[in-house]
């Protein structure tokens, strides 16, 4: 049987953009690809990036303060959001130009426009063309969602805060993930008097209690209004601000209200379920270790079989796709030991099991220690600073590694390929340390300080 393609890509996301320019210049595959939105997808668009931008942004009114200390004669301006937005916005549009650019530059053909599944091999786009492949791999991502309450309608999300017409005096963020916690940290960074209920007890659930509770901390004692165990009753508009009515009794004005208390997998209206493609019960498709459905032609990737979801992890599965269907060499998914960075103020990187779920498991011991860092407190600055590690007592692996720190991201990076390996405490052990740097106590943490 003939097809029109070898491979059609539905999402031109980070996942479906790398899988279907691998498989085209690569391989040799005759690729098309269909987008609705814009290339690049929450990542490059409405997330990652614009995000960590956002982060630089608000990061500098300390740098000025710092400054002051270190004795350079600089003053504090006014943080400028029409300045910095036009600026963001042009970075976006030439990201995505990158991105259209790869897609062309590996022959693959694309489709500016919506596209369903219409049987196990062809594809309806929204202008009524079909066209038949032989794999179909689905990488539609996911969105934010809302959950319904009254006056739920006046709330914005991660994928609008982007475009904010200018920045509001007050805000008031929803949620206790690392979507929320980071934006808590760039909306005070900019100067707007910031708000966080989040109705559990920490924030950040699922990492290690220990570096959670240091993060929430250090949120608060630079301005953000944090309030744990509290959710919205209702919302209603009063003149241009919105009336928060809080399970703690409260009732606040606010300029503007972010949600951000979970994502939706993008898999709604597509034809899947006609076809017997399985999903789970957030809506998400089901895959098995090499990202195949229950119909052996369409795969799918990336956050719309919410596995992890994470883009470098979409980028490694639609690499293993290639690897299994185009490169005769079945590759399943690796996602153990999986570095990450959360952009928080302070910021956190962690790789591996949190101290909890070790102990949960095994007899381990606690390697740890916090300060407060050169830079920082020379600069009068209370920061503190935790480094950690979780040790196997039988093995003497590193179970997990656990730092909050500025640039934490970048030292988890290249402490993840350790723990990856398989690293024991004395392997670390044996590395001279780079002095003066923060990291150097990673490798000169002698005693635990508890076993579990």
């Known amino acids: 049987m003939s097809f029109d393609y070898d491979l059609f890509v539905i999402g031109g996301g980070s996942g ?41 942004a ?26 910095f937005k036009s600026k963001l916005h042009a970075e976006l549009d030439r990201l995505e130009g990158v991105y ?28 009524g063309t079909r066209k038949s492949a032989k794999h179909i791999l689905i990488a539609t991502g996911g969105r934010p969602v809302v959950p319904e309450f009254p006056g739920s309608e006046l709330a914005i999300t991660s994928n609008e805060i982007f475009h ?40 950040l659930r699922g990492f290690d209690e220990e570096a959670r509770g240091l993060i929430c901390e250090e949120m608060c004692q630079n301005g953000v209004d944090v309030h744990l165990g509290t959710n919205v009753i209702e919302m209603a508009k009063d003149g241009d601000k919105i009336r928060v009515k809080a399970t703690n009794g409260t009732e606040r004005l606010f300029d503007v209200v972010m949600y951000a208390t979970g994502r939706a997998p993008n898999a709604g209206d597509m034809g899947l379920e006609a076809l017997g493609v399985e999903r789970g019960r957030k809506g998400e498709i089901v895959v098995d270790a090499y990202s195949q459905t229950g119909v052996p032609s369409i795969y799918a990737i990336g956050d719309v079989t919410d596995r992890v979801n994470l883009t470098p992890v979409a980028i490694r599965e639609g690499m293993a796709f290639v690897e ?33 779920q070790a102990a949960a498991q095994e ?45 934490a991201g970048e030292m988890i990076q290249m402490a993840g390929i350790a723990v990856k390996m398989g690293a024991t405490k004395e392997d670390f052990d044996r590395t001279v340390a780079v002095h003066p740097v923060m990291a150097e106590e990673l490798v000169t943490m002698r005693h635990p300080v508890r076993s579990a």
Request: hydrophobic share 40%; charged share 20%; glycine share 10%.
């Open 16 to 56: 479906g953009v790398r899988a279907a320019r691998v498989a085209a210049g690569e391989t040799g595959a005759k690729v098309a690809l269909a987008e609705e939105d814009r290339y690049g997808g929450t990542c490059v668009i409405r997330g990652c990036v614009p995000k960590k931008l956002m982060v630089f």
């Open 58 to 83: 608000s990061e500098y009114a300390g740098m000025v303060e710092d400054a002051q200390a270190y004795g350079w004669d600089v003053k504090p301006g006014a943080f400028d959001w029409d300045a």
């Open 100 to 127: 259209r650019g790869i897609l062309k530059n590996n022959g693959v053909e694309s489709f500016d426009q919506r596209a369903r599944l219409v049987d196990p091999h062809t594809v309806e786009l929204a202008d």
């Open 164 to 203: 904010l017409e200018k920045l509001p005096e007050t805000m008031l963020i929803v949620g206790g993930g690392y979507i929320a916690c980071e934006f808590a940290g760039i909306m005070n960074g900019m100067g707007v008097n910031t708000t966080q209920f989040y109705r559990g007890a920490q924030i």
């Open 324 to 356: 299994t269907v185009f490169k005769a060499n079945p590759t399943p998914v690796d996602h153990e030991l999986i570095p990450t960075a959360i952009f928080t103020q302070p910021e956190m990187g962690t790789v591996g099991l949190s101290e909890e």
């Open 363 to 407: 007899p381990i011991e606690v390697y740890a220690t916090s300060f407060k860092p050169m830079q920082q407190a020379f600069a009068g600055r209370s920061q503190r600073v935790l480094m950690k590690l979780i040790v196997s007592k039988a093995t003497r692996k590193v179970l997990g590694c656990h730092i909050v720190a500025p640039g």
